[in-house]
């Protein structure tokens, strides 16, 4: 089965600070990944995916994420945090043969002070 | 444009009523989810469908149940709401790809479920 972990329920950073959100999967077969983010009392909105054809994938509002197979992880950047990136995000992956299910970790709620 | 939209986006009940919670995309898409989420639990998935009369179960689906009559909505029911039942639910749906890269998902905006 296949399962998320994210690093941290909250994440506290500065404006213009780098934002770092961790994330890391577990999977019997290479899978797709993907970053949500959710702002309040909105849905799910999709950052980037991972899709194979590259390890770095650049994703909206400049976020970007690193596919590092031997780490199993595809932790969420931004060199300089916007107070706007005030939200909280969510890792989620999939594999085709689970049907294209997704599986979310926990999410990561981030502050941005000014 | 597509979207999908869900309703009511707020709705408070009582324990024991049986509620419906809808979900409509214009997207054309063949797969529908449904999610809860709540505090400390991320999204969990409750049901889910491929396609007009299919139906399945997911992680958390004591409870609810779901129909696909269309390819564009996928009801929720609560048979016999109860207060565990309290939470925020997502519906989303995806184009349902079997090759050519991730079939990714798209949500619907939420309907925050209180049940007293």
């Known amino acids: 089965a296949q399962s998320v972990t994210q690093l941290g329920s909250h994440v506290s950073v500065s404006e213009g600070a780098l934002v770092l959100l961790r994330c890391n999967y577990s999977?019997?077969?290479?899978?797709?990944l993907f970053w949500y983010v959710q702002y309040p009392n909105q849905g799910l909105q999709l950052l980037l995916k991972?899709?194979?054809?590259?390890?770095l994938v650049k994703g909206i509002n400049g976020f970007e994420a690193e596919f590092k197979k031997s780490e199993t992880s595809f932790h969420l950047t931004k060199p300089s945090a916007h107070m706007s990136d005030a939200a909280e995000y969510f890792c989620a992956v999939s594999d085709r043969a689970a049907g294209n299910k997704l599986t979310f970790g926990g999410g990561t709620r981030v502050l941005v002070k000014p | 444009d597509a979207e999908i939209t869900q309703s009511p986006r707020h709705k408070i009940t009582e324990t024991g009523r049986q509620v419906t919670l809808a979900c409509h995309q214009t997207w054309n898409h063949n797969n529908m989810f449904w999610y809860r989420q709540d505090l400390g639990h991320g999204l969990r998935l409750i049901h889910y469908?491929?396609?007009?009369?299919?139906?399945n179960k997911g992680e958390v689906s004591d409870g609810y149940s779901v129909s696909r009559s269309n390819t564009e909505d996928l009801p929720l029911t609560l048979e016999s709401a109860a207060s565990s039942q309290t939470s925020v639910y997502f519906c989303?749906?995806?184009?349902?790809?079997?090759?050519?890269?991730?079939?990714?998902?798209?949500f619907g905006p939420g309907t925050r479920l209180t049940v007293l």
């Open positions: 999977s019997s077969v290479p899978p797709y």
């Open positions: 991972y899709t194979s054809a590259a390890t």
């Open positions: 469908s491929y396609g007009v009369q299919d139906t």
């Open positions: 989303a749906s995806s184009e349902g790809k079997t090759s050519g890269g991730p079939d990714e998902q798209f």
